[in-house]
């Protein structure tokens, strides 16, 4: 098994950053892929960011692309997203995620989910 913990929400104003970070604990030799997703009221959990064991591949979503940059660090079996020029659409729960396989975008592609941290960023 694997546990992941966020950390680094909060409330920010439009166009200021945040970075969040997920340690993983547990199995984490068995993690491939590490994903961040995020989930708005009314609306369902969709994906922010993904990047690959080596870091050789990252993906990320069209709304974040050149404002959000996610990073890990293996030694300390944690990933981060650096989220830059926030816009008050960008406001949800941001959920960390683990793979053990090559993933993506799809919700059903991750094996572990962390408890989310909160992202509100006011006008």
């Known amino acids: 098994q694997v546990q992941l913990v966020e950390s680094g929400g909060g409330l ?3 166009g200021g950053s945040l970075k969040l970070s997920c340690g993983a604990s547990g199995r984490t030799y068995s993690i491939y892929t590490m994903g961040w997703f ?3 009221p009314g609306k369902e959990r969709e994906f922010v960011a993904a990047i690959s064991r080596s870091a050789s591949v990252v993906y990320y979503a069209d709304s974040v692309k050149g404002r959000f940059t996610i990073s890990r660090d293996n030694a300390k079996s944690t990933v981060y997203l650096q989220m830059n ?3 008050p659409e960008d406001t949800a729960v941001y ?3 683990a793979s053990v396989a090559f993933s993506t975008m799809a919700t ?3 094996d572990y ?3 989310g941290t909160q992202v509100t960023v006011s006008s």
């Open 113 to 115: 989910w962390g408890q």
């Open 85 to 87: 020029s926030l816009k």
């Open 38 to 40: 995020r989930q708005a």
């Open 95 to 97: 959920y960390c995620a």
């Open 12 to 14: 920010v104003q439009a």
């Open 108 to 110: 059903t592609q991750y």
